[in-house]
């Protein structure tokens, strides 16, 4: 540690304690579920997470993916450590949030109304890094109507560091076959089938036209001619707007714009909008949004798991758990320092 820095440091300490507490992370933290208890006066630290995101959910739902996306594009990118946050500013000049591959990244207001309810409960004491992934979690229980929860190990700390290079060469490419997709995220140290397991989160959400534009024109053994044709091109056409959105699930794309075309689908029972394994299934009738998707089911040791997931909904239910659970465990590469935030857009002075 330099001394220029830990001078700052302990001027920062007399400005206010708790938030300025910074610690090498050359070892990952030490996590553990529960981790807050106790920690914040009378409050419930994961109640108010809880509370807070129900409420935004209750009132737009569309924010339930938003916040399932942010978990995974944080913790893929040096970690869950809350780099993603963070604006633009004179030490961070090309942010995470600046990144192609953060197009349509949302949910940063719910990140926001919730470290303010935890700063006036507990000023300096709950990370950012681990309010997305409780968030994450939490958002994931409200979409698969309870199907999919699980405790979540806490008491990560918040990054200094936030790269827009970096997030665009780590995350994953929507254009990209399986052994790019693989690659990507044996680097992250999950298993193919894992890989299978968590592309099962886009059975909810949506994408921008430019997100999938090599979709409109790809043959037909790739993308149901009818669902590129007749539902894709006619959203990406659309004057209304520049760059429109479509629903990752063909389920949640409204009748009338499905039209008569694609009558042969059904809507599965119980409406739309729920995390499920509705992704397998689709994907197996080539009607899944990305090229990445697809991939999936275009080399068998993953379509394999395809046909697994599509079979047993309660599988990828479990399984899905599980992968998230890992998720949330990425680190930040060693020796990186740590905080916690006063404001999640900006790193402490
Ligand atoms: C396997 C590689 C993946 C690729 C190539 C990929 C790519 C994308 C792209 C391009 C979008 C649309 C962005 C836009 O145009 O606005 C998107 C949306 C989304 N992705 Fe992925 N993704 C991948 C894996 C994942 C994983 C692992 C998760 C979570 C576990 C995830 C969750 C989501 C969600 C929930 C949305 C919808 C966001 C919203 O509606 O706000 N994705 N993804
Ligand atoms: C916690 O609650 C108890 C009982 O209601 C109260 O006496 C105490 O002052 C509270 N402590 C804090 C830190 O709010
Ligand atoms: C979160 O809130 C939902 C209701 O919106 C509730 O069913 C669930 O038990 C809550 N979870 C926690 C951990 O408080
Ligand atoms: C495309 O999907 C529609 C609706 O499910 C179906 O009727 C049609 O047979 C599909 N086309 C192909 C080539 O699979
Ligand atoms: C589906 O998976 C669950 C959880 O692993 C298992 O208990 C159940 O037997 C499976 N169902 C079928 C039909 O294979």
């Not at 450590?81 to 207001?109: F, H, M, Q, R």
């Not at 919730?114 to 006036?120: N, Q, R, V």
């Not at 389920?251 to 729920?274: E, F, H, K, M, N």
Request: net charge negative; proline share 3%.
């Amino acid at each position: 540690m330099k001394t220029s820095f830990v001078v700052v440091c302990m001027l920062a300490v007399a400005f206010r304690l708790a938030a300025a507490v910074v610690v090498p992370a050359a070892a990952p933290y030490a996590l553990k579920v529960g981790y807050y208890n106790s920690k914040c006066g009378n409050s419930s630290v994961e109640s108010i997470v809880n509370e807070t995101v129900t409420a935004y959910l209750d009132a737009d739902n569309s924010k339930g993916a938003a916040l399932l996306r942010l978990f995974f594009h944080d913790c893929f990118v040096r970690g869950c450590d809350a780099s993603i946050l963070l604006d633009k500013s004179d030490v961070i000049t090309s942010p995470e949030k600046a990144a192609g591959a953060n197009i349509g990244i949302a949910g940063l207001d719910v990140i926001d109304a919730i470290k303010a309810k935890l700063e006036a409960a507990c000023p300096g004491v709950v990370s950012c890094a681990d309010i997305v992934v409780f968030a994450g979690r939490d958002a994931t229980r409200y979409m698969s109507k309870g199907n999919v929860y699980f405790d979540v190990p806490a008491g990560r700390k918040d990054g200094l560091v936030s790269s827009s290079a970096e997030a665009d060469s780590t995350l994953p490419d929507s254009k990209a076959d399986v052994a790019e997709l693989v690659a990507g995220f044996t680097a992250k140290g999950f298993t193919p089938e894992e890989l299978v397991i968590l592309s099962g989160a886009h059975s909810i959400g949506k994408a921008h036209c430019s997100s999938f534009k090599d979709r409109l024109t790809a043959p037909s053994s790739e993308i149901n001619a009818s669902y590129r044709d007749d539902v894709l091109n006619k959203i990406c056409a659309s004057a209304a707007k520049a760059n429109p959105t479509a629903a990752n699930n063909i389920r949640d794309i409204d009748a009338a714009t499905l039209g008569s075309q694609l009558q042969g689908y059904v809507v599965p029972a119980g409406g739309g909008g729920d995390l499920d394994n509705s992704y397998y299934k689709n994907n197996k009738n080539n009607v899944v949004l990305f090229h990445s998707d697809w991939a999936l089911v275009a080399q068998s040791s993953t379509l394999k798991h395809v046909n697994e997931y599509a079979a047993n909904g309660t599988l990828w239910n479990s399984d899905f758990t599980s992968a998230l659970v890992k998720l949330s465990q990425l680190a930040m590469p060693a020796g990186s320092l740590g905080q916690v935030r006063m404001s999640c857009r900006a790193i402490n002075d």
